[in-house]
């Protein structure tokens, strides 16, 4: 037979990798949005409004820290698959899948054995599916991408025998100006560097050191960005963030020992992990610290004997968790200090260790090949299905956060936001008992204060509602959001100065509040003042073009004012938007058969809409009904309109509607003598 020449065997290679990882990810293939993916992907504006590029490289816009390549990236992704989730984890996935395989080239590169085993263990590790399955790590892979490139293309320049060497240093450059752009942890990449050329015995002379510079300037640079941006956009201030040095160093050495043992036992992988309490004070703290000064002190005396990879693996795995470890607070600590994703990069220094101490082993002989190639397929095999396993807990919203309570009992966070995801769905009694779990775990919580508020008044609970927000407000009096969640209490209560008072404070806070202008709109009106609610409808719907409620209260005020096209405008839109709502079809249906213009008049849609509202829940209703008989009449069916009308009127006097009773009556008259309604 015919020998597999190298590069055959190589590409056979990658593509069992790839189709591998593609499998071991089949569970987060059609997975959903979770979490903070509203903000980055289907909430996010700067991805749909006509300047948001511009914003998203030039302004404080983004919802989080400055990605602006990872922006730009979903603002395509946006344009291409709309709101459809697939994509986007496909996406994820191709990444991770292409870093694999840089994993696996920048290590050949660097000669280290065992390099396409410590790409298997990369791309397969249970710890990685954090940054591939969950959207908004694209971020991740996406600096992971370029930030591998850079290494390689640092590699290649490094060759004194490779033609037009200095190619390579500016794609190295290029690629790492690029990585920073995706997300700012990048700025480590300078020590590995230094670390290649310490690994390769090459000696760090001042023209090495030169042509690292620009690196560590740059890295320098948007470290710095970083730091302001988490400290005084994010507002990682206060208590909470006010370490002290020796707490952080603390907090640092036990974080980077959680991070090693997920990687070589990962068990019990959740979401967010329950936060430590650090404490100078605490001789038990210290452990972490003195155990990391002993493994340091025994790779430089074993050095001799073991060679430079331990140390090189050791000083690559500190260096990139660097900015995560607690020595910079980020907004994430909120919930927890330590996150798989992570160490996404991190992982590589140990995986390589390991890989090339079985690839060693195995050299020594067929015996050892043979039980170093069934270990390291077992290890592989493990891993995948633990991949698998984990994936599946990002199919949804509410699977993650009951993966991640199960795990975590004391997260307050995950009982809030499956409280969220439980009112969405219309379970408003689950979702309170979650949200009072979560406020019984973190009283000083506002939002899960808010929360409860906005679902005790779904319930009808409107004093409860009304004394929560005031909670979340006592305790965030600047959140617009608590603000309008109170004006809708006071609202429900009748008390509409107040509500309008609420609202109006909620826009002082935040002018461009979609849901304060819509809300206003709503106290405005039912007050009368119909010029002024307009007004604030019309706000509301420039700013969030789908909120359909806003059509059809608009509708009704442009009816009101005899602008009958733009009111049937405003309702198609509102039907368009919230095909099942039966005031919408209603309402439409009624402005089609109400018109006093003959030409915008049209039965026939009319008796559709109708059907279509007669059959939702709700759809029982006199003026169902009445609209009903109106178009049965506009399409001459004169003895059907009767029989509706007579069953409207009936539901509307045993419901005390007197005055829709009066108009029935009217209506009634007309169809009995075979004409069609008209307005009084």
């Not at 560097?193 to 948007?222: C, D, E, H, N």
């Not at 260790?353 to 095999?381: E, F, Q």
């Not at 899960?448 to 009096?477: F, I, T, W």
């Not at 109106?630 to 001459?636: L, N, S, V």
């Amino acid at each position: 037979m015919l020998e597999t020449s190298p590069h055959i065997r190589r590409c056979l290679l990658a593509l069992l990798l790839a189709l591998a990882t593609a499998l071991a990810y089949h569970s987060a293939w059609h997975g959903g949005f979770i979490w903070d993916d509203d903000d980055y992907v289907t909430k996010n504006p700067l991805l749909t409004a006509g300047h948001g590029l511009q914003r998203i490289w030039f302004s404080l816009d983004a919802p989080s820290q400055y990605f602006p390549l990872t922006y730009t990236v979903l603002r395509v992704e946006r344009s291409l698959w709309g709101l459809n989730p697939t994509g986007y984890h496909w996406v994820n996935l191709v990444l991770h899948i292409a870093n694999a395989l840089l994993v696996w080239r920048l290590l050949a590169r660097l000669k280290i054995p065992g390099a396409f085993l410590a790409a298997s263990i990369f791309a397969l590790h249970p710890v990685q599916v954090e940054s591939v399955a969950w959207i908004t790590e694209l971020k991740n892979v996406l600096m992971g991408f370029f930030f591998l490139l850079t290494l390689i293309a640092w590699v290649a320049f490094l060759d004194e025998e490779a033609k037009r060497r200095w190619r390579f240093y500016a794609a190295a450059l290029l690629c790492f100006l690029v990585a920073l752009s995706a997300k700012s942890t990048a700025s480590t990449l300078p020590a590995a560097l230094l670390l290649i050329l310490w690994l390769k015995k090459k000696p760090i002379t001042k023209s090495r050191l030169v042509q690292i510079v620009p690196f560590v300037l740059l890295g320098l640079a948007m470290g710095s960005v970083a730091i302001w941006w988490e400290r005084y956009h994010q507002g990682t201030r206060g208590a909470l963030f006010a370490l002290p040095p020796v707490e952080r160093l603390l907090l640092a050495s036990r974080a980077t020992w959680f991070y090693l043992g997920k990687l070589f036992w990962p068990v019990n992988l959740t979401f967010i992990y329950p936060q430590w309490r650090i404490s100078s004070a605490n001789p038990s703290d210290y452990l972490w610290l003195f155990a990391g000064l002993a493994v340091a002190t025994a790779i430089v005396f074993l050095r001799q004997r073991t060679g430079r990879g331990f140390e090189v693996a050791a000083l690559f795995f500190v260096a990139t968790l660097g900015p995560v470890l607690g020595f910079i607070m980020l907004y994430t600590f909120r919930y927890t200090y330590v996150a798989d994703h992570y160490q996404y990069l991190a992982c590589i220094g140990p995986i390589a260790l390991v890989a090339a101490g079985l690839a060693r082993w195995a050299g020594r002989g067929a015996a050892h090949r043979m039980i170093s190639t069934a270990l390291s397929l077992s290890v592989v095999a493990i891993l995948a299905a633990l991949t698998w396993r984990q994936s599946a807990t990002y199919r949804d919203v509410e699977t993650l956060w009951r993966s991640t309570i199960a795990k975590n009992p004391a997260c307050w966070m995950a009982y809030n936001n499956l409280g969220i995801e439980l009112a969405r769905r219309g379970d408003f009694g689950q979702a309170i008992q979650n949200y009072e779990r979560s406020i019984e775990l973190e009283a000083d919580f506002a939002q899960a204060h808010y929360n409860l508020g906005n679902a005790l008044l779904q319930k009808g609970e409107v004093d409860r509602a009304m004394a929560e927000c005031q909670v979340s407000l006592r305790l965030g009096p600047n959140d617009p959001d608590a603000h309008v969640a109170l004006g809708n209490a006071f609202l429900a209560a009748d008390r509409g100065d107040e509500s309008i008072a609420q609202y109006e404070e909620a826009l002082k806070w935040q002018p461009g509040h979609a849901d304060a202008h819509y809300n206003l709109g709503r106290a405005l009106q039912q007050k009368g003042d119909i010029t002024p609610a307009a007004y604030h409808y019309e706000e509301a719907l420039a700013l969030s073009p789908d909120l359909w409620e806003a059509h059809l209260n608009l509708g009704n005020i442009r009816l009101q004012e005899g602008r009958e096209e733009e009111a049937i405008w405003h309702y198609r839109n509102a039907v368009a938007l919230s095909p099942n709502s039966v005031a919408a079809l209603n309402n439409l249906g009624w402005a089609l058969v109400s018109a006093s213009r003959k030409s915008l008049r049209n039965g026939p849609e009319a008796l559709q809409l109708v059907g279509q509202a007669r059959n939702l829940p709700g759809g029982n209703d006199p003026l169902v009904l009445h609209t009903l008989g109106a178009a049965y009449a506009e399409t001459g069916q004169f003895d059907r309109a009767t029989a509706a009308a007579r069953h409207a009127l009936d539901l509307a006097t045993s419901g005390g509607n007197f005055p829709l009773a009066d108009e029935i009556r009217r209506a009634l008259q007309r169809y009995e003598k075979s004409l069609p309604y008209e307005k009084p």
